[in-house]
C-alpha cells in the first residue's frame, strides 16, 4: 500500500462503506445459537428479522433482538470500540468482535469455540486466564535498572510490542485448530501466548524465568497455519512476531524442546531436502523401533528411500540451503 492510499482505505473499511448494500429498514435475518440457562445443554438456534439501521453494527442487532423479541439472551459487551475484547463471538463461522463487525442480510451468530460455553454467546474465560496467570507474566529483572529513560532499541522491543496490542479477545484462541484437538496436545493456544510474548520477548526478563515458562507452552505444537493471525481484530502478526520469535527463544533456552525444528533445520541444510527417516531416526531414536510396521508400508509405498538415508544423499539445493539457514548454527547431520 502507498501512503497515499492509507486514508482511502481507512475510509472504504469504515461500517457505512461496508454495510453500502443494505438501505436503512432492509431485512436483516439472524439466526442465534442458545443454550444453557432454563436449556441446560440442550442447543437450538432461534430465528429473527430485523430492520436494518444505518451503519448498524452486529452488536447493534443483538441488542436490537434483546429490547425487542429474547430478554434473556446472553451475549456480553463493555466498550463498545474494540478495546475491551469481550464482545468476540461467531459470526456465519469466522470469530468477530461484535461491536466493530458490520451487519450481514443474513446472520448466524455463535459463540466462540474451545472454551466452554456460559450461556447463548457467552463463553467462560477462566481457561485462558488459569493459563495465562500459570505462565507468570510478569518481568524479573536480574539487571539493575538502568535509570530513566531506559536504554532499549526499536529492534530489541519490536516483538513484545506488537504483542501489547493485544486486547484478548480470545478470537484467535478459538480460531485455532491445535487448541481444537483438546487434550491431544498441551498447547496454550496463541491469546495465551501473545500474553506471555509481552515479557517473554522483552530483553529486560530474566531468560531462567522465560525458559520456565515456556516449558509448559507447547509452542511447537503450532503448524502456522495462520488462523489466528486472520481473525484477530488487532492486526498482530501473531505466526511471524510471536510465535516464530517463541520458538526461536525455546530453541535457544531449552533446546531438548526444539529437537524436532532443529533435526528438521539441520538434515535440509545437510541434504537440500527434507529424509522423513533420518529425521523419524534422529528425533525418536531406540523408540522408532515402535514405528516398523508403518516404515514397512511406507517402503512398499515408495514414500521412504532407506539406501538415500545411509549413503547421506544429497542434492544440488544443499549448498544454498546451508547459506539460507546459516548453517554454522545448526548441528552437523
Ligand atoms: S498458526 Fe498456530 S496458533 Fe495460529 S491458529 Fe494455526 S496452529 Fe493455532
Ligand atoms: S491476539 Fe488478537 S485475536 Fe488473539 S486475543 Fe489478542 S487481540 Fe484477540
Ligand atoms: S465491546 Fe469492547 S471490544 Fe467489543
Redesign the pocket.
Known amino acids: 500500500m502507498d501512503a497515499r492510499s492509507i486514508g482511502k482505505v481507512e475510509n472504504f473499511d469504515s461500517l457505512t462503506a461496508r454495510n453500502q448494500r443494505l438501505a436503512a429498514g432492509d431485512p436483516i435475518r439472524l439466526r442465534i445459537r442458545r443454550s444453557g440457562g432454563d436449556l441446560g445443554e440442550q442447543i437450538r438456534f432461534d430465528s429473527f428479522e430485523i430492520p436494518y439501521q444505518t451503519s448498524m453494527r452486529v452488536l447493534d442487532a443483538l441488542i436490537y433482538v434483546a429490547e425487542h423479541f429474547a430478554p434473556d439472551l446472553a451475549y456480553r459487551w463493555f466498550c463498545g470500540s474494540k478495546m475491551c475484547g469481550t464482545c468476540a463471538v461467531r459470526m456465519n463461522g469466522r470469530e468477530v468482535l461484535a461491536c466493530w463487525e458490520s451487519v450481514e442480510p443474513e446472520m448466524t451468530l455463535e459463540p466462540l469455540r474451545n472454551l466452554p460455553v456460559v450461556r447463548d454467546l457467552v463463553v467462560d474465560r477462566a481457561p485462558y486466564e488459569a493459563r495465562v496467570a500459570a505462565f507468570e507474566p510478569w518481568l524479573v529483572r536480574n539487571q539493575e535498572y538502568a535509570g530513566f529513560p531506559e536504554p532499549l532499541t526499536h529492534k530489541e522491543m519490536k516483538d513484545a510490542s506488537k504483542a501489547l496490542d493485544c486486547i484478548s479477545c480470545m478470537a484467535?484462541f478459538s480460531?485455532?485448530?491445535?487448541?481444537g484437538l483438546g487434550s491431544l496436545t498441551d498447547f496454550a493456544?496463541?491469546a495465551p501466548?501473545v500474553q506471555l510474548a509481552q515479557t517473554a520477548l522483552d530483553a529486560r526478563n530474566d531468560p531462567n524465568k522465560v525458559a520456565g515458562a515456556l516449558e509448559h507452552a507447547g509452542i511447537f505444537n503450532?503448524?502456522?497455519?495462520?488462523?489466528?493471525?486472520e481473525v484477530c481484530p488487532a492486526k498482530i502478526p501473531?505466526?511471524s512476531q510471536v510465535?516464530e520469535p517463541l520458538k526461536a527463544k525455546t530453541a535457544a533456552l531449552r533446546p531438548a524442546l526444539a529437537k524436532h525444528s532443529l533435526t528438521f533445520r539441520a538434515i535440509i541444510a545437510a541434504r537440500g531436502r527434507i529424509d522423513p527417516t533420518e529425521l523419524v531416526l534422529r528425533v525418536q531414536g531406540l523408540k522408532a523401533v515402535l514405528h516398523v510396521a508403518r516404515a514397512i508400508k511406507l517402503l512398499i509405498a515408495g514414500k521412504i528411500n532407506p539406501l538415500r538415508t545411509l549413503f547421506k544423499k544429497r542434492n544440488g539445493a544443499a549448498t544454498a540451503a546451508r547459506r539460507v539457514l546459516r548453517n554454522e548454527d545448526i548441528g552437523q547431520s
Open positions: 484467535c480460531a485455532c485448530p491445535v487448541i493456544g496463541p501466548l503450532c503448524v502456522s497455519c495462520y488462523k489466528c493471525e501473531i505466526v510465535i
